[in-house]
């Protein structure tokens, strides 16, 4: 529940900067009629958009598990970064069209300092929103965070955009606006491809850990005593909810009140030493000398 009131929290905050910086952007490209900022503020509108997806998916995510829904709701908030994706690549599509459409047919506008001063301020809360939003991400381990974090660097690279073109059009080279545009497209389009392969990996149980980090809770499973043996690690599920899977090989002798005892203190001694693991199952099997040499 702290986890989900925290992102939540983030989310609000950066709703709110968003929209702020999208209808400045619109009201003033609107009024001026200069559709370079116009159009950034549109972009700006999938930052609020994806927050909002991200607070429908956070919901969705914090809910216990139920009948149906045995490991709980976790993969709800990643699929939420798929609905990120799919707007990083409408946004690329939408400026790669304008792009096209101002090279084929240039404009002239009048540019003054309060152009300059709209994008600057707009940029400077879009850095603001990446910085903040990612290094929460990164703290409470949300992958909607941090995937929200790429979108507004994407926005925040669209603005730098338009302000290169005004430093242009003020130059007389009003083309180069639309032909850095399409570099840019190219870098969201990017964004929202490195977002899908991220997810797909934790939607189809990937591994979410390095072969280190694997070999680590097996040492961890190791040192409780009575443990002879553990082998078929098997890891899946998000950064902040890992799911374990391993076989632990244990005296013959031994009773099944004993040897769940030590399945037990396996279970509590891997999630109290990796906070991030939230369900450790464990298949128990007699230890024998002979099959162990012939196995290693």
């Known amino acids: 529940m702290i986890y989900a009131k925290e992102v939540r929290k983030v989310l609000w905050i950066t709703l709110i900067l968003n929209l702020f910086g999208a209808l400045v952007k619109m009201f003033y490209g609107y009024t001026t009629g200069i559709n370079s900022i116009q159009a950034d503020g ?17 919901w969705i995510a914090a809910q216990p598990p139920d009948d149906r829904h045995h490991y709980g709701h976790k993969k709800f908030e990643t699929m939420a970064t798929v609905g990120i994706a799919t707007l990083l690549f409408l946004a690329c599509i939408q400026i790669l069209q304008r792009s096209v459409v101002n090279l084929l047919n240039p404009k002239p506008l009048i540019i003054t300092d309060l152009s300059f001063g709209i994008v600057i301020m707009t940029m400077g809360i879009n850095l603001f929103v990446i910085v903040y939003e990612y290094s929460r991400g ?8 941090v995937a929200d974090a790429r979108h507004t660097m994407s926005d925040f690279l669209a603005s730098a955009i338009v302000l290169s073109s005004l430093i242009g059009m003020r130059m007389g080279y009003a083309y180069l606006d639309s032909i850095a545009s399409i570099f840019i497209a190219v870098m969201i389009g990017y964004v ?9 990996d934790v939607l189809a149980d990937a591994s979410p850990l390095l072969i280190s980090d694997v ?9 409780v005593e009575g443990v002879k043996e553990c082998h078929k690690m098997r890891v899946r599920g998000r950064a902040d909810a890992i799911h374990v899977d391993c076989h632990l090989l244990v005296q013959p002798e031994m009773s099944v009140l004993d ?3 030590i399945a037990s203190r396996v279970e ?26 012939e196995t290693a």
């Open 215 to 223: 070999a680590k809770i097996e040492a961890i499973a190791m040192t």
């Open 268 to 293: 509590k001694r891997i999630k109290a030493e990796m906070p991030q693991v939230v369900d450790v199952v464990v298949h128990l099997e007699p230890y024998k000398a002979e099959e162990s040499l």
């Open 138 to 145: 990164k703290s409470l381990r949300s992958d909607f965070l």
């Open 192 to 200: 929202g491809y490195n977002i899908i392969k991220e997810a797909s």
């Open 259 to 261: 040897a769940h005892a």
């Open 42 to 58: 549109f972009h700006s509108m999938f930052d609020g958009t994806s927050n909002i997806i991200g607070l429908i998916g956070m």
